[in-house]
């Protein structure tokens, strides 16, 4: 189980993690919600403010929330015409904030499973999570792993074999040996939630 999720019965998936492993994930996750940012607005526990609350109509500046928060009509800086754009605006307003209140919901699930852990000794902790666990892994995985592909520029997996043979000293090296062990690790988890 080590390094990997492994099915369990009835739903969910586990993992053993070392300590390390623990606060790395851990730290990663932090700093994802703290690029997602806190809950804002005047709709606090309200619903029904909350579904009218409008959010940004323009996308983000910042390349890493930009690949986390895409255009609907096209990416940035595509040609669209007039119409897609203010489609794309009007769609991203009403959609957005539900966006990152999942993903924060997420994040935060993430990281409350990890201080759940006691590791003991070398051996680490074993991770248990059922099937709504493992979704919420699965979708910060994914947001972990598309953050630091775009602070890598990473545009897609065949176009970024060169960061994979960086030299050691390279300062980016350890932001990509990050983004492969994520990588591994949403693999397995996608595979233990396939049909068995």
Do not use: C
Not at 94 to 101: H, I
Not at 138 to 156: K, M, P, Q, S
């Amino acid at each position: 189980m080590a390094g990997h999720f492994e099915p369990l019965p009835g739903g969910g998936a586990a993992i053993a993690l070392d300590e390390l492993e623990i606060s790395i994930l851990r730290s990663l996750a932090v700093q994802l919600l703290e690029l997602i940012g806190p809950e804002d607005g005047p709709a606090g526990d309200d619903p029904l403010a909350r579904l009218f609350a409008e959010g940004p109509s323009e996308p983000p500046s910042d390349p890493a929330l930009a690949r986390l928060f895409p255009d609907a009509y096209g990416a940035p800086g595509e040609e669209q015409d007039e119409q897609a754009r203010a489609y794309a605006s009007e769609f991203r307003r009403f959609t957005e904030n539900d966006l990152r209140a999942r993903k924060r919901e997420d994040g935060i699930a993430v990281v409350r499973s990890l201080d759940g852990l006691t590791p003991a000794g070398d051996r680490g902790a074993v991770l248990r999570l059922g099937p709504e666990g493992s979704r919420q892994w699965l979708g910060t995985l994914n947001d972990l792993r598309l953050t630091i592909g775009a602070r890598l520029e990473i545009e897609d997996e065949d176009g970024s074999e060169a960061l994979f043979r960086l030299p050691d000293d390279d300062p980016r090296k350890p932001m990509v040996m990050a983004y492969l062990w994520l990588g591994g690790l949403q693999e397995t988890l996608i595979e233990t939630l396939g049909p068995r």
